[in-house]
């Protein structure tokens, strides 16, 4: 579980404190979880790449990357449910004030399955608050 909280925050630094190179190591752990979530669920990397930048394709395949991705960082459980406080213990700490509200609100939200579940907190999340926002 340390090495995917290591994981979520490089992400996280990555993906707004404008880090512009990785080790290899770092580079690879992205990678891994990335590619095991592709590979299980099948996504067209076309819908995860209009993700990052907002743009949430109504698609079944990207609901549930977005969950295996969450469950491979051990934030969310069987039904898709987030726990907030747990997302918010891996920002590193200058994100988790601005980040806080968005998450806390966002995880009180539920879809019809645990895929749709994550996938409304993660639409709800870059909503209200898109510099905080992740998707690998």
Request: glycine share 4%; with cysteine; charged share 25%.
């Amino acid at each position: 579980m340390m090495v995917l909280q290591v994981f979520f925050i490089a992400v996280v630094a990555i993906q707004f404190c404008s880090v512009r190179s990785l080790d290899d190591d770092m580079q690879e752990l992205i990678n891994n979880l990335h590619n095991t979530c592709v590979g299980e669920i099948g996504v067209d990397e076309a819908l995860i790449t209009n993700a990052q930048k907002g743009e949430f394709a109504d698609d079944d395949k990207l609901k549930c990357y977005s969950k295996c991705l969450l469950d491979q960082m051990a934030i969310a459980d069987e039904n898709g449910i987030v726990d907030p406080d747990a997302a918010l213990a891996i920002l590193p700490s200058d994100m988790q004030s601005e980040a806080g509200p968005a998450v806390r609100k966002c995880t009180t939200m539920r879809g019809s399955t645990p895929c749709d579940t994550v996938f409304i907190m993660m639409k709800c999340w870059y909503k209200e608050s898109p510099k905080t926002y992740f998707l690998p």
